[in-house]
């Protein structure tokens, strides 16, 4: 058993980031073989995402606040604490907090055969999309 030290909290770049967003990282492969990813990652109010997709898929835990999750086919999804969200392979998606309000998810998702390929970035969300009324609550 290994007792690892915590990374320190990092900035969500700006080239993939809304507004103020933090990310702790939690878990990250060891041995070969391992693919696990887990991350908290914290947002401010009006903070989001990129448009991104993830290579394996992707699932959210909503520890904190109220989550807004948009689709490419225009919905508009919000998550509340205790509520888990997938996102398959490939789909283009994005994730982030509501205007009034600070959120927190749990971030977990596999690597690719190539880390850099897990994540796809894309544009970024525009307002026009993050204002878009809610059209499903998980």
């Known amino acids: 058993m290994i007792i690892q030290p915590k990374p320190a909290t990092a900035r969500g770049p700006a080239e993939t980031f809304t507004g103020d967003v ?20 914290r947002f401010s109010p009006g903070a989001r995402t990129a448009w991104h997709s993830h290579a394996h898929g992707q699932t959210l835990y909503i520890t904190e606040g109220i989550a807004l999750l948009g689709t490419r086919d225009g919905r508009v999804i919000r998550a509340t604490p205790g509520q888990t969200i997938y996102t398959p392979p490939g ?34 969300v525009t307002d026009t999309q993050y204002n878009t009324p809610i059209t499903a609550e998980e």
């Open 91 to 124: 789909e283009e998606h994005w994730h982030g907090a509501t205007p009034a309000d600070f959120m927190e998810h749990l971030a977990m998702l596999d690597n690719a055969d190539d880390p850099a390929a897990t994540t796809r970035w894309l544009e970024h």
């Open 22 to 41: 933090w990310v702790d990282a939690i878990a990250a492969p060891q041995t070969d073989g391992q693919r696990m990813v887990v991350a908290r990652v």
